[in-house]
């Protein structure tokens, strides 16, 4: 059983269908690029997996369960979890809030507990930062715990978005156009960050780009969108040789955004 | 028997029409700045106030009715451009809950100076077609009414003519349309989110002025805005037709709920309206749909 | 002495003040500093709701309101204990601030601030309307409370409002810095990124809006015991953006901020000794000033200040 299954998945936006009939599955374990010039409707896909847009047609189903209809926080309680392409950190909030916010769901004590702040709730709450101490650890932003984000270079911004995604312990990960806005140097130590991550955590990748030497060194299998539908899938080595794709990408080259 | 009846809901018509009149222009006077700058002017009610009192205050300097209400407008106009340039401009990008706040404080503000000024009394405008009713056929018409019906199809007459054929009032569409496009074509935005206050000011300016004979000046006036907010959501807030359209229809659903069911229901229906309106189609019936989180 | 320090001593010293007004203040100032301590209570509730989860409500005053007249006519004409009836209030308010929440699931501010403002509308038409019960605009005459058959003196009273309001400043501090807390500003910041983290917003709204409505139940409560009378006007909108100021010029988001600027602005008018209306002129202009001015408010104005100075001393860029 796939661990994503998407079966002839149709969205509409004003108007136009930005997906058409895409069918992909994805194992478990996979490091999986999605990638297509600007428009493809990537976005729009992943924007179906999370619940944010309503599949307009076919099914999303994760894990056997048939996720389709379900609203996005419910979604991401079942194992999904997302960064995303302009970031979107909780600006005026610390690095340690912005991952404690990610927590939400695995440390649970009710209102009552909370207002009185006493027993369950207090244990709860250490547990949680020890979890986001180490979440901290993992991606060198220990000593940045207190700063404000809105403070933080780009590049260390996207590796608390990536922290605070990996919060929410999902089973699969949808990383929209993580490497975007970095520099060489940056690029090389987030790609290796999240090979990685995937692989220590057990955690499915599903990585959206549309820059294609990324996508070559990162994932190890390719899918690859254009005009709603899907063209091609493959290893990269199939990808770049593959003449559908090299037309599609023609007029929009390797653009290192 | 059926004669009376007939006479009865066209007598309630009259007033009803007249009433949604009123909210239509208010509700008019609430959409233009909105439109322009998508500023929601909570504070609109008490430039239906303000413009009454300078009536007042104009009056008992001697001037004449005719020369007092173009004057009244200028000057609520001149209120509106001030509001817009001190107030509004700062906080034109700040998030919504400014935005509303500021505007209610700007009405709280002028309110307070008014009853310190005034305190509660209640000043009647003497306006030369106030009187006694006029029969029109089986009907007895309170000429204030006829004038408010009237002055409102003049009003909206002028104001599609501004719209449509004047400079500043296409440019005014331009920018509600699409504010960066409307500043690449040379258009000076500040001026027309100016000119939209000003405006908005003077329509205002010209239901207190169609108040005042009718039901007296006094510092609660502005408290009208509620029912123009109504008529706003009813028709949709981007759309100018919506409003006139939601205010006429809340002045008779108000006036026949009123005599069929009593005074307390006819208090209730509005924000029975505003709430179910708010639950199933909050961008009303011809407003734009990008409404909900 | 560094800022926390500094903070907490601030803190310590307001306790203290607090706790000794009644050996050296007269009856006024006792009375005086009972309507400071339910405007904390009102103020904190709001804070929670608008500057944390950022749901925009103009109908705050109107549930104080409703706490108000439901824990007073139980007294009153129900002969229930105040012990009672004050519970009583503050469960009436919640629900009614829970159903608001339905509203808010799906209307973003300014809808949202209409359908409050229909609400405090048809509270006012309401208390207008049941006049037999409500006294209507010529207000409600209340019984002195008693607690458990004795009748609050002075200083008892101003001491259990003392209590009471600082459990519930705790109780609000509490959530603040708990999950639901930090789901509360994620969903005020970004409701597509709250659910990606699986937080729900609408849930989460419905608990803002029932928390809010709790603390102003138990506003309204505490009120009536304090003040001999309600008068209906003194819970309208005017009310409601005094509310607002209070959260605004003392800092959004934040308790803290919520109790500075209750004490500062309930003050301030006190010093100015005029009518209503001058009171309105003042809170108007130092809201709309502070709006334009200083949106972050007297606390959030100095954590940013704080927060820069300790990034500078980091090295950071």
């Not at chain 1, 932003?141 to 990536?162: E, T, Y």
């Not at chain 2, 006429?248 to 108000?254: A, K, Q």
């Not at chain 3, 006007?233 to 600027?261: C, K, P, W, Y």
């Not at chain 3, 002129?281 to 100075?309: D, E």
Request: charged content about 15%; aromatic content about 8%; some cysteine.
């Amino acid at each position: 059983m796939s661990l994503l299954r998407l079966d002839d998945v149709f969205v509409n936006f004003g108007g136009v269908a930005a997906v058409r009939g895409v069918t992909m599955r994805v194992e478990a374990g996979e490091i999986r690029g999605l990638i297509g010039p600007n428009g493809a409707g990537k976005t729009s896909l992943i924007n179906a997996i999370t619940g944010i847009v309503p599949a307009n047609g076919g099914a999303v189903v994760f894990a056997g369960h048939d996720i389709t209809a379900l609203a996005p926080d419910v979604i991401s309680g079942r194992g999904i979890g997302r960064t995303f392409q302009h970031v979107e950190l909780f600006r005026e909030e610390s690095v340690l809030d912005n991952v404690l916010t990610g927590l939400y769901r695995h440390h649970v004590y009710g209102v009552l507990a909370a207002i009185t702040g006493f027993g369950s709730a207090r244990r709860v709450e250490d547990a949680a930062r020890r979890e986001a101490a180490a979440l901290l650890d993992a991606f060198a932003l220990a000593s940045l715990a207190a700063a404000p984000v809105s403070d933080l270079p780009f590049g260390i911004q996207k590796r608390v978005d990536l922290a605070r995604a990996l919060a929410v312990r999902p089973r699969l990960l949808l990383l929209d156009e993580p490497i975007s806005g970095m520099s060489e140097s940056e690029a090389d130590a987030a790609i290796a960050t999240i090979r990685t991550l995937a692989r220590e955590r057990a955690i499915t990748l599903l990585v959206v780009e549309h820059n294609m030497r990324v996508m070559m060194r990162l994932a190890e299998r390719i899918t690859v969108m254009h005009q709603g539908a899907i063209i091609a899938e493959g290893t990269p080595a199939e990808i770049r040789d593959n003449p559908a794709v090299v037309e599609a990408y023609l007029g929009d080259e390797d653009d290192d955004a | 028997m059926a004669l009376m009846t007939w006479r009865i809901a066209l007598q309630l018509a009259l007033s009803g029409l007249s009433v949604g009149s009123i909210y239509a222009i208010v509700a008019l006077s609430l959409a233009i700045p909105f439109k322009a700058s998508r500023v929601l002017n909570f504070a609109q009610g008490e430039l239906v106030t303000l413009g009454a009192y300078i009536g007042l205050v104009l009056t008992s300097y001697g001037l004449p009715y005719p020369a007092m209400v173009p004057a009244t407008l200028v000057i609520a106009a001149a209120f509106g451009i001030l509001i817009e340039r001190l107030f509004i401009r700062p906080i034109v990008a700040a998030p919504e809950f400014t935005l509303v706040i500021a505007t209610f404080a700007i009405g709280l503000i002028i309110r307070a100076l008014i009853r310190i000024h005034w305190q509660d009394n209640v000043f009647f405008l003497p306006a030369p077609y106030a009187g006694p009713a006029v029969p029109i056929g089986p009907l007895r018409a309170n000429p204030s009414y006829l004038v408010i019906i009237g002055s409102t199809a003049v009003l909206v007459a002028l104001l599609v003519l501004f719209f449509q054929r004047t400079r500043l009032g296409k440019a005014m569409r331009a920018v509600a349309f699409n504010e960066t496009a409307a500043r690449l074509m040379g258009i000076s935005v500040n001026r027309v989110f100016g000119s939209a206050w000003a405006l908005s000011a003077a329509i205002g300016a010209v239901a207190g002025l169609l108040l005042a004979p009718v039901v007296g000046i006094n510092p609660e006036l502005g408290h009208l805005i509620l029912k123009a907010l109504v008529a706003a959501v009813i028709g949709g807030f981007g759309s100018l037709g919506g409003a006139v359209f939601g205010g006429l229809l809340l002045g008779l659903l108000e006036t026949y709920a009123g005599a069929m069911f009593g005074a307390a229901l006819k208090e209730i229906i509005p924000f029975g309206i505003l709430i179910a309106f708010l639950l199933v189609r909050p961008q009303g019936l011809w407003g734009a749909t990008q409404v909900r989180v | 002495m560094t800022a926390i320090r500094l903070a907490h001593a601030a803190i310590a010293a307001a306790a203290l003040f607090a706790l000794a007004l009644p050996l050296f203040g007269s009856s006024y100032h006792v009375y005086l500093g009972e309507l400071i301590l339910i405007n904390i209570v009102a103020a904190v509730g709001l804070n929670l709701l608008t500057g944390n989860c950022g749901q925009i409500s103009l109908c705050h005053a109107s549930l104080m309101a409703i706490g108000a007249y439901t824990t007073a006519l139980l007294t009153t004409r129900a002969g229930v204990t105040y012990a009672a009836a004050l519970p009583a209030g503050i469960v009436v308010t919640t629900l009614l601030g829970a159903s608001l929440s339905y509203p808010a699931r799906r209307l973003s501010g300014l809808y949202l601030a209409l359908v409050t403002l229909g609400f405090l509308e048809v509270v006012s038409i309401a208390i207008e309307e049941f006049s037999d019960l409500t006294g209507g605009v010529r207000g409600l005459k209340l019984v002195k409370p008693e607690l458990a058959g004795w009748p609050f003196g002075t200083n008892t009273l101003y001491y259990f409002v003392l209590v009471v309001t600082a459990l519930a400043v705790c109780g609000g501090w509490n959530i603040q810095r708990s999950r639901y807390g930090r789901a509360f500003n994620a969903v005020r910041q970004s409701a597509i990124v709250a659910q990606a983290l699986a937080i729900p917003p609408g849930g989460i709204k419905l608990l803002a809006f029932s928390i809010a409505a709790a603390f102003a139940g138990l506003a309204g409560g505490l009120f009536t015991a304090v003040v001999g009378f309600i008068d209906p006007t003194e819970f309208d909108i005017s009310a409601s953006l005094r509310q607002i100021t209070f959260i605004v010029v003392g800092g959004l988001g934040s308790v803290v901020g919520s109790v500075v600027g209750a004490v500062v602005l309930t003050l301030l008018p006190e010093a100015l000794r005029g009518a209503k209306e001058y009171g309105d002129v003042v809170y108007s202009a130092i809201l709309l000033g502070a709006l334009v001015l200083a949106p972050k408010g007297i606390v959030g104005s100095l954590a940013s200040l704080h927060s820069r100075r300790r990034a500078a001393k980091d090295g950071l860029p």
